[in-house]
């Protein structure tokens, strides 16, 4: 039996080192070139003038041409277990920003929710349009609820003007059934596109 010089097993090595690094560096390269293109900016949704609609147990609720819906309101089932979905559009001046719209509807949850507590405020992204987000609890009663509020300034597709358009919701967050809701919310808005 004979065995390799040291020389040789030394070199072995070294180019079985050579070998990995490589590799290593070619899977990093790789990997920032993926999150250079997930970094791309979302391009922004703006608003449209289109008639306000929606579906309800398969019935197509549609509303005449000219009519505005600027809050919808509506109570779903998951697991059996009430979410209440908030939707809310309004005008904002010019020179508002972002910051000073969302302020206004974090403090318009005060008259209907009660003592908020925040848990997180947040950057994210509603439609593609910059936006702000807060996770809150308060109290109904003696039972503990849970709130997100995610608002933006968005464009109008007809007309050079902006609008405030917040999405909400509100879980008991102690039901079994709504455990992952808040992910299933926010897939839902990931999905929000314009018709």
């Not at 507590?117 to 910059?130: S, W």
């Not at 009663?141 to 109008?156: D, Q, S, Y």
């Amino acid at each position: 039996m004979t065995r390799t010089s040291i020389y040789d097993r030394i070199s072995e090595r070294r180019l079985a080192d050579e070998a990995l690094s490589r590799e290593a560096a070619e899977h990093a390269a790789a990997q920032q070139a993926l999150e250079r293109v997930e970094a791309l900016p979302p391009v922004p949704k703006p608003l449209l003038d289109a008639p306000c609609s929606f579906n309800f147990g398969g019935f197509h609720f549609g509303f005449p041409e000219g009519f505005q819906c600027n809050a919808i309101e509506a109570t779903v089932q998951v697991g059996g277990e009430p979410v209440v979905v908030s939707i809310q559009r309004r005008d904002v001046p010019e020179e508002a920003t972002l910051a000073e719209a969302f302020a206004e509807a974090v403090k318009a949850l005060q008259p209907l929710h009660g003592e908020v507590q925040v848990i997180r405020h947040y950057e994210t992204l509603l439609a593609g349009n910059a936006a702000l987000a807060l996770d809150f609890h308060f109290r109904a009663g003696l039972e503990e609820r849970h709130g997100r509020l995610i608002g933006a300034i968005v464009p109008c597709a007809d007309h050079n003007e902006r609008q405030w358009l917040s999405v909400g919701c509100v879980i008991d967050s102690e039901k079994p059934a709504l455990k992952t809701w808040l992910l299933d919310f926010d897939s839902m808005l990931e999905g929000l596109t314009a018709p």
